[in-house]
């Protein structure tokens, strides 16, 4: 197995993606702590999985501010923790021609959320995994619309466009270090992150989770570092292009330190 973590702490994980993974993992003896807003849903993920695999801790990622703290206070409880899984998301349409101008103020907390927070949280936790010896990772939940963004979802698709570059780059970085950064970009999926949609309809678009929740957890356990599930368009020429894209970021990234691997 490449999936060598003992305690997950999963942001964003009391629904969806994020929930679903997170239980799959404890599924294959990982200790997982979750961490989302929702207290109810924290004791309810705990209480469904047992204490003596679960714990949950009530946090706002939006609150920026508060993230040293809340990081320093998670690694004296749990320094057993080797893994951070990064997944809360907003996803809102903005109508950027329309007469009225655009919720500002909406599009900005989307754009936190999906990427200012995570940039927040790596500062935070990158400085106790360089100094622990044993493997750590990373863990981000992309979107395919890092690389096809859509049209009426500008502020989601340019937040997951950006978390993409960072990941790129993170990894780049570590590269000679005991953390691995690992980016999973899924399509659609049957979730609540497109109830703006209206319930039934949003939650029942796209690929189904327990189907997207295995594809993703088999690329975890083989060591992938990329893991993108179904495509824009042809699946051929996505993938070719996450492909292509990925090789010239290797190029430059190598041209830039003076051919030096």
């Avoid at 995570?118 to 750590?136: E, G, M, Q, R, T």
């Avoid at 990373?138 to 960072?166: D, H, M, V």
């Avoid at 659609?188 to 939650?203: I, S, W």
């Amino acid at each position: 197995m490449s999936f060598p973590y003992k305690h997950c702490l999963a942001i964003g994980a009391t629904s969806g993606i994020g929930r679903a993974l997170a239980s799959r993992l404890i599924q294959a003896g990982m200790k997982v702590t979750v961490v989302g807003r929702r207290q109810e849903r924290l004791d309810e993920f705990v209480n469904s999985h047992g204490h003596d695999k679960a714990s949950g801790v009530a946090f706002d990622i939006g609150r920026l501010e508060d993230i040293p703290k809340f990081a320093a206070d998670v690694i004296a409880k749990s320094p057993d923790i080797d893994c951070l899984f990064l997944n809360a998301g907003i996803q809102n349409p903005h109508d950027l021609a329309s007469a009225q101008p655009f919720d500002l103020a909406s599009f900005h907390e989307e754009v936190k959320v999906n990427f200012s927070s995570f940039i927040s949280l790596v500062h935070a936790f990158l400085p106790y995994f360089k100094k622990n010896s044993h493997p750590s990772s990373f863990i981000f939940t992309g979107s395919n619309l890092a690389i096809i963004p859509a049209a009426s979802l500008p502020a989601y698709s340019a937040s997951k466009a950006a978390l993409n570059a960072f990941t790129l780059c993170l990894r780049e970085q570590l590269r000679h270090s005991q953390t691995s950064v690992i980016e999973i970009s899924p399509p659609p999926v049957q979730t609540e992150l497109h109830d703006y949609m209206g319930e039934e309809a949003g939650r029942g678009m796209g690929m189904s989770l327990d189907a997207f929740t295995q594809q993703a957890y088999e690329g975890l356990v083989e060591g992938k570092d990329q893991i993108v599930i179904g495509s824009i368009g042809p699946a051929e020429t996505f993938h070719g292009t996450i492909d292509k894209r990925r090789a010239a970021f290797t190029d430059l990234a190598r041209a830039m330190r003076g051919g030096e691997r």
